[in-house]
Structure formats: C-alpha cells, structure tokens
C-alpha cells in the first residue's frame, strides 16, 4: 500500500485491489469412492463435502459435511479447511488454510483429490455504483456485496450476511428491506446472542399469558411483529440448537404458534440473517443444524472487514465525520487530515472494523488530540519478557511499528528460504514445489534477499 497525493483534500490510499477477474480451475477425485468425478469452479469458490449440496458432493463416509473450501483469487487458489473431522492434507500436512498457485494434490478424509488450475480468467461480478442505500465503498470488495445486495432486495428470497463484528451486517440487512417491495413494512430486529436462552422462544414466537412463570399476559413475538415486513436475526450462529427446529418449521411452513398456545397464525416474512461464524463450521460442529443452514443460505453476502477495503477509507472517513459532528453538535470544519493522519489509518489492522473507526472519528473530534493517531499503532514500551527479544531481535520493539513488520518479514523470509534450499539441496525447482509458488518468483526472491541456488537460471515461468 502507498499514499499518493501532496494535499489531505486530494490524498488517496491505494494498495493492491482485490482481483476484477479470478482464475478458473478444477477439481478432479484421483482416488476414493468418487474417483474418476470432476467439477470446474466459474463462480470462483467451490465446497468439497459431503452434504448432497456441496458443488463437490462425494460419497467417502470420512468427509464432513462442509470439508472444505477452495476459492480462487488473481494468481491461485486458497483453500481452507471447514473445521473438518478428518482434515485436510497437504503434502501429508494437515492444514487449515493454505494458498496454491499450481496445480496441487489434496486429501480429504480418505479420498485424494487433485486442483487443476487453468490459464483462463473469469470476471466478476461487480456493481456499478459504489454505495447501496448507507452502505459505501467503491473497492472490488465492497461492489461485490453490492451485486449480491442488488439482486436479492427485490425478491422474498432468505439472504445471509456474513462478516466480523462491526462490518456492516446490519446496515447490509436494512438496506435489503429498504430496497424491497416491503420497505413500508416493518423491520424487525432478534440479537439471538443476547437472549437469554429461556426467553429466546418467547422472543421468536410470542407466549400465551400463563405459559410460564412471568407470563403475565400475551405477547405477540418477533416474527407476528415483522408480519408483511422483514424479520433480521442477528447473530444466527449463537441461537440455542433446541430452537433451531421449531424457527426451521416457521421457515417451512410460514406460521408460528405461541408458547403455551394452541392455534397457529400465518405470518408474511422475509428473513435475513447475519453471523460472524462460519455456519458451514458449525454444522460439522454439530452446533448447527444442516437442513436450517441450507434454508437461510439461499443467497449468501461476505461483508469484508476493513483491512481488506483499505482504499475505501478516504470515503469512509469523508462521510462518517460530518455524521458525528452532528450527532455529538461538534465543529469538525477545521479537522486537519494531513498526510500522518492517513498513514496511520492505512497501517492499522482495524479488528473492530467501521465500528472501530467510527469510535476513534468521534475520539478524535472531541479531544483533539494528535496523539490518539499514533495509539492506533504503537511500539510497546518495553520489550515483553518469554524470550521474545531473543526470537525477533531486541531492535525491532524501539522501532515504529510499520518498520519493525518490514524487518521481521524480511528476516522470516530470509530464514524460510535458506531452510528451503537447505531441504532441497539448493533445487529450486523442488524448493517452489513445496512451497507453492512459482520457480520465477522464488529465483527473484532468492536473488533479492542475497541467497545462492543450485540452478541459478531464472526461467520467469509465471
């Protein structure tokens, strides 16, 4: 990443985009009860499980449900384990995620399979406009979320919003209703993950007076309330497996009964659901229900966290600062964001995502003071004991953070290598084997970092 730009007016963030366009491959079962079966990814991700719904279903008894996934970017294919049973292997390891750019064998329970990467490209489905309703971004990400937003809103079809706390989920899930033929209808909101779980029921469907100790009176619940409206539950991951059959029922048959009732009532909604979990982990898990998964998984939303949208910051920042000025009924006209203020957003990690912005925006417009940008991201102020200063070198915890990363990645990237070609005998060819990248790219980052290779040509085999 890099800030171009002399003037804070005019400043922008760049940093590598996510891909426009993302490479097409394949998946081939080499051995197990499949073997011989095959499917190519166009849509740039595919599951490999067991469940009839896995766009790689196989028969092989040790595979979970959701085994694994395999998701294609500019130059290669990560793929990640779903919190499996049996795992998945590489290379006779078992990992949890790792990025390939060739084609690679896999194992997954007892079955072998093979990643084909192909020289073709496929687009991405992108957006045009670079906001959805209170929703803004114009990187590749976030236009992304906007396609699937765009095309779910007009229909009664359940959407699932994924994403870290403090993404957008809920924004995400208003703006569906808002963009729907139900926007005059009411929005409903269930946090399932803060419901205690003896209230979450009654919550949901409602309760007759008398139906427990408290019931003082009838309730209509969550989903009468959202009648001809739109209900979202938020934090789906965290709602009490007990429950999990009686909303799927809702779901299937559109009417809900009242604890303690008798009579059921039909009942219009739309759902839209958000987790920061994995559902997919879940099921595997055995905390989630399968069949609940795939009824609420219709049209699936990733929101990205903010380190991954880091040149949507400017805009970010450019209309969430006049919104708390107002709010809090603060001048935020002289605000200076000078070329430090934007270094220092771009280089931090930002785990509570918008929300964590938004917290420091508002920090920084009451106490004005300078010295909150660089808490964002700081030196500690003494070396931590356990053998730390030994494992990373005592110099790196005086420096600025963003010079004490570079040093440790090159020192670890020196260190890799050098073990690399210790292990291969100097092959450069069986070095880039094992570690996934191409022969090129390895020579140029041997050659760059000062090490010797047996094969000292550079065949540039990108």
């Known amino acids: 990443m890099r800030v171009v730009g002399e003037k804070s007016e ?28 095959s499917v190519t990814c166009d849509s740039g991700a595919l599951t490999v499980g067991s469940a009839r719904e896995a766009m790689l279903a196989l028969n092989d008894p040790t595979v979970s449900r959701f085994h694994c996934e395999l998701e294609a970017d500019g130059d290669g294919v990560t793929v990640r384990d779903l919190s499996s049973s049996n795992g998945t292997t590489y290379f006779g390891a078992s990992v949890s995620e790792v990025r390939l750019h060739q084609s690679s ?13 192909d020289d073709q490209r496929v687009p991405v489905a992108l957006s045009e406009s670079a906001a959805f309703e209170e929703l803004i971004g114009s990187s590749v990400a976030m236009r992304k979320v906007f396609t699937v937003l765009e095309r779910a809103a007009p229909t009664t079809t359940p959407v699932l919003i994924l994403g870290e706390s403090g993404t957008g989920k809920e924004l ?27 209230l979450a029921e009654s919550e949901l469907f409602g309760h007759e007076r008398g139906a427990f100790t408290g019931a003082t009176s009838d309730r209509a619940g969550a989903f009468e309330r959202a009648d001809g409206g739109t209900l979202f ?30 009579k059921t009532k039909k009942v219009d909604v739309r759902v839209v659901a958000a987790t920061n979990r994995d559902l997919r ?12 998964y795939f009824r609420l998984a219709v049209l699936v939303a990733r929101m990205p966290p903010l380190r991954e949208r880091l040149e949507d910051m400017p ?30 957003l771009s280089s931090h990690d930002w785990p509570g995502n918008v929300r964590e912005l938004r917290n420091y925006l508002e920090q920084l417009l009451v106490l004005r003071d ?25 110099d790196l915890w005086s420096m600025p953070l963003r010079s004490a990363k570079s040093l440790l990645i090159e020192r670890f990237e020196r260190a890799y290598l050098q073990r690399l070609l210790d292990a291969t005998g100097g092959n450069v060819a069986e070095a880039a084997r094992r570690s996934g990248v191409y022969r090129g790219t390895l020579f140029r980052s041997i050659r760059r970092i000062g090490l010797r290779a047996e094969d000292e040509e550079d065949t540039g085999d990108e």
């Open 281 to 292: 982990r879940e099921v595997n898990q055995k905390r989630f229900r399968a069949d609940l």
């Open 105 to 117: 064998e896999l194992r997954v329970g007892q079955t072998t399979l093979r990643l084909e990467l």
């Open 315 to 344: 805009m970010l920042v450019r209309s969430l600062l006049p919104k708390i000025a107002k709010q809090r009924n603060i001048n935020a006209a002289d605000l200076s964001l000078d070329e430090d203020f934007w270094l220092t």
């Open 10 to 37: 005019t400043l922008k963030i760049e940093r590598v985009p996510h891909p426009k366009d993302v490479r097409r491959f394949a998946v081939r079962v080499l051995a197990g009860p499949d073997a011989g079966a």
């Open 233 to 262: 539950l938020d934090e789906l991951g965290e709602l009490p497996l007990e429950l999990q059959p009686k909303l799927l029922r809702v779901l299937a048959e559109g009417e809900v009964r009242r604890v303690g009732g008798r």
């Open 370 to 394: 300078p010295s909150l940008l660089n808490q964002l991201d700081g030196a500690p102020d003494k070396a931590p004991a356990d053998g730390t200063e030994e494992q990373f070198g005592a």
């Open 172 to 198: 995400a899930a208003r703006a569906v209703h808002a963009r729907s033929s139900r926007a005059l209808g009411p929005f409903e909101v269930v946090d399932c993950g803060g419901l205690p779980p003896t």
